[in-house]
């Protein structure tokens, strides 16, 4: 079946330093994949999703790689805002089917 | 646009007694899904719409649980004789089309359940 693991439930680092959040995820078929953003006492919202060519998706400095050959689509920025501090959802996705959320990585940015 | 709109935002409710969640999902939207939200689970999927008919409810609690999505403007959660263990923050998101696998979804405040 569809599923998708992300490693770290609590991940915190200094303002400045890179951010990589993990993701990877299980399907038998060639899906779509999405990461999602709650910023505190708001909803989740759409941060970005894998594209069918296979560009690289990125905004607001972040940026994430879909890799099939590991099933990974792991979340980078460069260097990390004190407003990045969210809890952020790795999901998944194919065709005429839910969508499929991971446990979620809690990023905690300190100054 | 006003967004996915959930009422009530926060609802208590005594052990026993139920409860009904609503959502109105954004104009146009054709899909509406309801996921339930713990510190501990994380998003749970629970059912999801397509132009108003159930499509998969294969996370819905067999017993209690039930949802409907009467006309294409709202769909309700009504949870019976509500215990403990299902105080959580439910969330309804809707998306222009379900068919479409990378369309994304529109997700609401939610409605925080505390049961008493």
């Known amino acids: 079946g569809d599923s998708v693991t992300q490693t770290e439930g609590l991940v915190t680092l200094t303002e400045g330093l890179p951010v990589m959040l993990n993701c990877t995820y299980q399907?038998?078929?060639?899906?779509?994949l999405f990461w999602y953003v709650q910023h505190l006492n708001e909803a989740p919202k759409l941060l970005l999703k894998s594209f069918t060519d296979n560009k690289r998706p990125e905004h607001q400095g972040f940026h994430a790689t879909l890799h099939k050959s590991s099933s990974s689509f792991h979340l980078q920025k460069s260097s990390a805002q004190l407003s990045d501090s969210a809890l952020y959802y790795c999901a998944l996705s194919h065709s005429n089917n839910r969508i499929f959320f991971g446990d979620g990585t809690q990023l905690v940015v300190k100054p | 646009n006003a967004g996915v709109i959930q009422t009530p935002r926060h609802k208590v409710t005594g052990k026993g007694q139920e409860a009904t969640l609503w959502c109105e999902p954004i104009?146009?939207?054709?899909?509406v899904f309801w996921y339930r939200q713990t510190i501990v689970q994380g998003l749970e999927f629970l059912t999801y719409?397509?132009?108003?008919?159930?499509?998969?409810d294969s996370g819905m609690p067999k017993e209690r649980f039930s949802a409907q999505m009467p006309n294409q403007s709202h769909s309700t959660l009504k949870i019976q004789s509500t215990q403990p263990q299902d105080s959580a923050v439910y969330l309804c998101?809707?998306?222009?089309?379900?068919?479409?696998?990378?369309?994304?979804?529109?997700f609401g405040h939610g409605t925080k359940l505390s049961v008493l």
């Open positions: 399907s038998t078929y060639s899906p779509f």
């Open positions: 719409f397509r132009n108003q008919a159930p499509i998969d």
């Open positions: 998101a809707s998306s222009l089309d379900s068919s479409v696998s990378n369309e994304r979804l529109f």
């Open positions: 104009s146009g939207h054709s899909a």
